[in-house]
């Protein structure tokens, strides 16, 4: 069963434009969840993370993610998009319920932005 | 500036070759591991190292080996057996002991198959 489902492998926004990821998560325990974000050829660079207390969490580059523990979503959101957003996005989480502590990731998203 | 170095950038592979990608920090974590990119796919865990001298595999370990005999090191061995190499292979790290601690990733080694 996957436990990180990413909706969209692509997206595509204009610049300016609200920028929605979205991200699921399939646990019986509420996982520590992650977005990360990938350039081409380059390593992984963490956007934000959510282990516990507030549920809206402000990462870099103006991101913003909030756990919704009803949905069991975690998606990843920005008021205004930029040209140098246009990226590739993770979804990543710690399952609780098992005795791993690596991530587990989504398939990821990649958003184009348009001028 | 601390961080993780993955060697080489880019590596080719002949039939029946194994080859080592490197990998090397300097964030003083006690955790390592090594992620598999395939397009569409996600990364997936290869294996993990949580101390010295210990790793466990993770979901794609077939076909691959790892030792971890220095903190700052763990090596990713791709052996003959890995019949479907071609990938972007990524390094980790982390502080072990709380688990919302982030990894920290490697620019990645991009190995092909000759």
């Known amino acids: 069963a996957q436990s990180v489902t990413q909706l969209g492998s692509h997206v595509s926004v204009s610049e300016g434009a609200l920028v929605l990821l979205r991200c699921n998560y399939s646990s019986s325990v509420p996982p520590y969840l992650f977005w990360y974000v990938q350039y081409p050829n380059q390593g992984l660079q963490l956007l934000l993370k959510?282990?516990?207390?507030?549920?809206l969490v402000k990462g870099i580059n103006g991101f913003e993610a909030e756990f919704k523990k009803s949905e069991t979503s975690f998606h990843l959101t920005k008021p205004s998009a930029h040209m140098s957003d246009a990226a590739e996005y993770f979804c990543a989480v710690i399952l609780m319920d098992t005795g791993r502590r690596a991530l587990t990731f989504g398939s990821g998203t990649r958003l184009q932005v348009q001028p | 500036d601390g961080g993780i170095t993955q060697s080489p950038k880019y590596l080719f592979r002949k039939e029946g070759q194994n080859v080592t990608l490197s990998c090397e920090q300097n964030l003083n974590h006690d955790a390592m591991y090594w992620y598999r990119q395939d397009p569409g796919q996600g990364l997936r865990l290869i294996y993990y190292s949580q101390i010295v001298n210990d790793f466990q595999k993770g979901d794609i370990a077939e076909g691959y080996s790892v030792s971890r005999e220095k903190k700052e090191s763990f090596p990713l061995t791709v052996t003959s057996a890995q019949k479907n190499p071609t990938a972007f292979y990524l390094c980790?790290?982390?502080?072990?002991?709380?688990?919302?601690?982030?990894?920290?990733f490697g620019d990645g080694t991009r190995l092909s198959i000759l």
């Open positions: 959510y282990t516990t207390g507030a549920t």
């Open positions: 980790a790290s982390s502080q072990s002991g709380f688990d919302g601690q982030p990894q920290h």
